[in-house]
């Protein structure tokens, strides 16, 4: 019995030699929460993280939690991770910063957890420089006035970076991809910002919902398995200079939107549509290069009253589509050149606005459903669309187009079918410029038209087409410039030009012609034919020369 007893508690003794040891190693290496206490103290002491000014925490060694790897307390700090790896085990946060503000975190790993860093209710955030957020959700949530930059973001099981009921967060320069589910996702979240960062290989790109006033620019936004961009119920929102490319859904998909804007984007090579509205109003998709998309440049459905004004729509399945009701937009400034199906389709939708866009080398350049009827110019003297296979002539002008000269406008209309047809087709290419003066200047032209400038009262450009023809040119100018008469240069000539006698009070439009330049032989003097003749004799002469002395060798 007395040997059972000093065995057993030879047992015990080693038992608790061991809990002893592994708790001290759970302190040192991970297993247990390190806290950094609002004091600035760290918790436990022996955890591998150093201070020497309880401003700036620097971690000494990588940590493996089983729950929560660090809960920040403290405002004001920096948190460096050196390079180290805080690994978790599909649990918890791996760094969580309740309550805090002015929190800095940088160059650390967070593996494995439910979520990497969690956020909320805390200002002035800054997590910077993390190699990897390979957890559930890269960012936590409620959060506001936060810096997420620098970082590799990839490989989470959910959103790279979520961010919720949030204010005036800024996502720069990161790396975000391979996560399970969105790279970026704003909910209920205002003002903030999102630019430059990387954003390819996850389910969907970058989402927003319920949130106003965002500003998502300059990123690269491709290869990921949903859509590119996508926003529900928000207003408010802007996203330009962006690269949208290869997504396997679409570009940018709108629903239930308001006032949203996507403008200056490259958006090409996605599967469905390049851009999406569904169940949106007062959008503005503008000034876009839309190309190469599998099914739809632009595609509208039940949504109305949205621009879609000067973009390239180009080598898509279909150009424009509107469906189901989508009534009461405004196409304008559009070109819309050499996609495989239809220019522009409209599918029982009606009273949609169609002006001043170059229609050109589509399959089908227009296609309506027979309950679709819809307005295709602007009236005289502003005119329609340019469509490239027009064949009218432009002999006469005028809003009835009967009376004697030339005005850019096709004499007869362009038709659609029995219930669409453009009344006043402009017969040049319309293009838009940007003076030196500041003056937005629109021209109708069968030319090629290179260095316009209006310089106070005289306007010039360079024209270029084939020889012997005519070219012609009609140019809009606001009134506001306040100029009763123009002079004008057409290839360093001066032009004489008509006024329209339907110019308004917003616009004054110019009519002229003119012919192109020829390439002239240049002339030559007898004194320099003289001398290329002297020259040749004396060549001839020595090679001559030559040629004998060879020959007595």
């Known amino acids: 019995m007395s040997r059972l007893i000093i065995v057993s508690f030879a047992v015990i003794c080693s038992l608790l030699i061991l809990s002893t040891v592994v708790l001290i190693n759970a302190a040192k290496a991970g297993g ?20 020497s000014d309880n401003s ?31 690994f978790g085990d599909g649990s918890g946060n791996g760094v969580d910063l309740v309550g ?60 790279g970076v979520r961010i919720d009921h949030s204010l005036n967060d800024n996502l720069v320069e990161n790396n975000i991809s391979a996560n399970g589910g969105r790279g970026v ?20 790109g970058i989402g927003l919902d319920y949130s106003m006033n965002n500003s998502v620019y300059g990123n690269i936004i491709s290869a990921n398995a949903g859509d590119g961009v996508t926003l529900g119920n928000c207003s408010g929102n802007n996203f330009y200079a962006n690269n949208i490319s290869s997504n396997n859904a679409y570009g940018v998909h709108f629903d239930s939107s308001i006032n949203d804007s996507i403008f200056g984007n490259y958006i090409a090579a996605n599967e469905w549509n390049g851009v999406r509205l569904d169940s949106c109003s ?38 424009v589509g509107f469906d189901a009701s989508s009534d009461g937009n405004n196409i304008s ?44 110019d602007d009236n005289y003297p502003y005119g329609g669309n340019y469509w490239s296979d027009y064949n009218g002539t432009d002999l006469r002008m ?41 003056s937005h200047l629109q021209t109708v032209s069968n030319s090629t038209i290179a260095n316009l400038t209006l310089i106070g009262t005289e306007i010039s450009f360079n024209a270029s087409g084939p020889q012997n023809a005519t070219g012609f040119c009609r140019i809009s100018l606001p009134t506001n410039l306040n100029i009763s008469q ?68």
């Not at 971690?59 to 460096?80: E, H, M, P």
């Not at 936590?140 to 490989?155: D, L």
């Not at 522009?344 to 589509?362: E, M, P």
């Not at 004194?527 to 060879?550: D, H, P």
Request: hydrophobic residues 30%.
């Open 333 to 376: 400034g559009n070109n819309l050149t050499e996609n495989y199906g239809h220019g522009i389709g409209l599918f029982a939708s009606s009273n949609n606005t169609i002006f001043h866009n170059n229609i050109v080398d589509n399959k089908v350049q227009a296609y309506c459903t027979s309950d679709s009827t819809n307005f295709w």
């Open 100 to 159: 805090t503000s002015n929190v800095t975190v940088r160059n650390v790993n967070i593996e494995g957890f439910a979520c990497g860093i969690y956020i909320a209710n805390y200002s002035e955030i800054t997590d910077a420089g993390n190699d990897s957020l390979n957890s559930s959700q890269g960012t936590g949530e409620t959060s506001f006035s936060n810096i997420v930059t620098g970082n590799n973001i990839t490989a989470n099981y959910g959103d």
């Open 282 to 319: 007062t959008c503005y998709v503008g000034e876009n290069n839309i190309t190469a998309n599998t099914v739809y440049g632009v595609g509208l459905c039940s949504s109305s009253n949205n621009s879609i004004s000067s973009n390239d729509i180009a080598n898509n399945g279909y150009g």
């Open 185 to 204: 996702y704003f909910y209920y979240s205002t003002n903030g910002r999102v630019s430059g960062n990387n954003v390819t290989d996850n389910v969907d």
């Open 32 to 51: 247990g929460v390190i806290y950094i206490l609002g004091d600035g103290l760290v918790l436990p002491s022996a955890a591998p993280i150093y201070s």
């Open 486 to 553: 123009f002079t004008v240069s057409v290839n360093g000539k001066q032009i004489t030009y008509i006024r329209l006698p339907e110019s308004e009070s917003n616009e004054t439009f110019l009519y002229f012609t003119y012919s192109y330049p020829t390439q002239e032989i240049p002339e030559f003097s007898p004194l320099l034919i003289l001398a290329l003749l002297l020259v040749c004799s004396f060549l001839t002469g020595i090679i001559c020369k030559k040629s004998n002395y060879e020959k007595h060798l």
């Open 56 to 86: 700036t925490y620097f971690l000494t060694s990588n940590i493996t939690a089983l729950s929560d790897g660090i809960i920040v307390q403290r405002n004001n700090v920096v948190l460096d991770g050196m390079g180290y790896t805080v």
């Open 398 to 438: 005028g809003p009835y187009q009967n009376q004697s000269g030339s005005d850019g406008i096709g004499d007869i209309p362009y038709v659609v079918d029995s219930r669409n047809q453009d009344n006043f087709p402009l017969v040049g290419v319309l293009s838009d410029f940007k003076t030196s003066s500041q």
